[in-house]
């Protein structure tokens, strides 16, 4: 009698077994495990999220040091970062007054090898 209920019992212990991993058997030869396919896509997302969370410290970092090459101001108060009209309007005329001078003594260095 012993012998019949140890086979009951293993048989029952078998089939439970065989009731649980034979579907879990199954779905990893159907396309896995679902639970295991949303925890990679949540692993993916985290990922994605920690380089946007990267992405957007490094441009934070960008824009200030943007901000601060136009908060320069020269001693008259004036950003540096933009070139004052009179500025550009002195640098033109001294630039043409060079030019003049150059033609000028350009001219004065012909008329002494003429002359000599």
Excluded at 12 to 28: E, G
Excluded at 86 to 93: F, G, R
Excluded at 96 to 107: D, F, H, I, K, S
């Amino acid at each position: 009698m012993e012998l019949v209920t140890t086979i009951a019992v293993l048989t029952a212990v078998v089939a439970v077994i065989l009731d649980k991993t034979l579907p879990l058997i199954a779905k990893s030869r159907n396309g896995g495990d679902p639970l295991k396919k949303i925890c990679t896509e949540l692993t993916l997302i985290r990922r994605d999220l920690e380089q946007e969370k990267a992405d957007r410290a490094q441009m934070k970092r960008w824009v200030g040091e943007l901000h601060r090459w136009h908060d320069k101001e020269d001693p008259d108060g004036v950003k540096v970062w933009y070139v004052r009209q009179s500025l550009e309007d002195a640098i033109t005329k001294l630039a043409e007054a060079a030019n003049a001078q150059t033609r000028l003594l350009e001219q004065i260095l012909d008329n002494q090898e003429r002359q000599s």
